[in-house]
């Protein structure tokens, strides 16, 4: 998870992130089956520890990024996609 966050999100590594529309759905569309995948998960498993993981990694990965941020289409998607990883 952490390698696919990185790659996925690679963008949060630039010093002034800018993503672009193609990438924004990318991003929305993986959280969205990464959350959904963890909501239909049943009981504690090997599996479900890794998606929370990597979920905790990825929303940790947008708050440092936060500041960063520049571009208003950029913030609000990353602050949509903080929202679907919960708080």
């Not at 941020?69 to 950029?74: E, I, L, M």
């Amino acid at each position: 998870m952490y390698d696919l966050n990185d790659g996925l999100f690679n963008e949060l590594a630039q010093a002034r992130p800018l993503i672009s529309l193609y990438r924004r759905d990318l991003q929305r569309a993986y959280v969205k089956h990464m959350v959904s995948s963890l909501s239909s998960t049943e009981g504690p498993s090997e599996f479900s520890v890794a998606l929370r993981s990597g979920l905790a990694d990825l929303a940790t990965k947008i708050d440092q990024t936060m500041n960063k941020v520049r571009d208003p289409k950029t913030r609000a998607h990353l602050r949509d996609l903080r929202a679907a990883l919960g708080a």
